[in-house]
């Protein structure tokens, strides 16, 4: 008689064996080719969005240009008040492979104030130049895309090319690694401009980078002697109505204006062509005439437009005539004193009326003067 069969549920020794050694081949090939996705797929290089805010010229003197006999041979020493303003110019920056090639890319963006033919080759434009420059400091290639998305005009006196290599030298620095302090930065931007300088502050609190990027909105400055001096200076937030006429100047010209200007004794301007700037005649004899007011000023902590002053503006009067009537006429229709940055040909002032007011006073201008565009902006704030 058969007896009831019993069911074996026992695993055979062999086949348990087997069991860790097929875990171990299927976790092995899960590693191995999640590596291999890895190596093979395009990682995203690192990349920044910067900002380049533009400035203007508070208060501008000037010094008789260096000898022959000196490194700075024709230029001319100065000593001015600059701010920083809201209008700014877009950079973005990425890193590229080892082994390809930069490029460089510029246009306007769609709201700029004032489009000029951007015709010139990448040689010589600031921020490219920052790039070698960078490359040539660190001894090797350091291959990057630039595109620069511009609002501030060309030719303008505000600094738009400055800032744009500045904020080259900061994106470029950080998304290489190449760990340069901004003293070490501004030594290597001294080298393009004597504004560049001026766009790089260690203490700036927005240039701090984010997912996003980073702004530099340098605090203001006193900036003597070819550049290199800078003693920065308290933020005066207050709006400004800056006035961009719909022509550049050339600053070439308009210092060699200058320096006829002060060898030949010129006749006093008519009132259609004096500018504000210009009330106070500037006179040669020490290094920077009239750099104690720029002092003054800037340590006074406020804006008092009836004291501001540029010696290029009756220069760049000269060089464009037409700079000097839009001048006249400006101060007519806005009732208060008209200022110059830089070399030209941006005008900027400080209308009495606030808030809803100073739109009024650029509507006014967009009306009455449609030789300029005008811009409501303010000096930036912390």
């Not at 001319?76 to 920056?93: E, K, R, S, V």
Request: with cysteine; aromatic share 6%.
């Amino acid at each position: 008689m058969v007896g009831p069969i019993q069911a074996n549920n026992q695993i055979p020794a062999s086949i348990r064996l087997r069991r860790p050694v097929f875990l171990f081949l299927f976790l092995f090939s899960f590693l191995l080719f999640a590596v291999l996705s890895l190596i093979c797929s395009p990682m995203p290089m690192p990349s920044l969005t910067i900002t380049a805010h533009a400035k203007i010229n508070l208060a501008l003197a000037l010094g008789q240009p260096e000898s022959a006999r000196t490194s700075h041979a024709g230029f001319h020493p100065i000593c001015t008040w600059i701010h920083a303003i809201g209008l700014c110019d877009t950079l973005h920056i990425e890193r590229l492979k080892a082994g390809a090639h930069s490029s460089w890319q510029i246009c306007w963006q769609a709201d700029a104030p004032r489009k000029s033919t951007l015709d010139w080759p990448a040689q010589q434009d600031l921020a490219w130049r920052a790039l070698g420059l960078l490359e040539a400091h660190a001894g090797r290639s350091l291959p990057t895309r630039i595109v620069i998305d511009k609002a501030i005009p060309t030719g303008s006196g505000l600094g738009g090319g400055s800032a744009d290599a500045a904020a080259t030298l900061v994106a470029v620095n950080r998304v290489w690694e190449l760990g340069l302090d901004v003293q070490t930065l501004s030594e290597i931007g001294f080298g393009l401009g004597s504004d560049v300088p001026f766009f790089l502050d260690e203490n700036d609190r927005s240039a701090r980078f984010d997912a996003t990027g980073c702004s530099l909105a340098p605090r203001p400055a006193i900036v003597e002697g070819f550049g290199q001096q800078l003693t920065r200076c308290a933020r005066i937030p207050r709006p400004v109505l800056v006035l961009v006429p719909r022509f550049g100047c050339n600053t070439g010209e308009v210092y060699r204006a200058f320096d006829q200007e002060q060898s030949t004794p010129t006749p006093t301007p008519t009132t259609t062509t004096t500018p504000d700037d210009s009330l106070q005649p500037c006179t040669l004899g020490t290094a920077v005439p009239r750099s104690g007011l720029v002092h003054a000023m800037a340590q006074a902590s406020e804006v008092v437009s009836d004291r501001l002053f540029n010696d290029l503006s009756q220069a760049a009067c000269r060089v464009k005539p037409e700079l000097g009537e839009l001048m006249g006429r400006a101060r007519a229709l806005l009732g208060c004193p008209i200022h110059m940055s830089g070399s030209g040909s941006t005008l900027f002032a400080f209308p009495a009326a606030k808030g809803k007011g100073v739109s009024a006073v650029a509507q006014a201008v967009a009306r009455d003067l449609p030789e300029v565009v005008p811009i409501q902006t303010q000096l930036l704030s912390p």
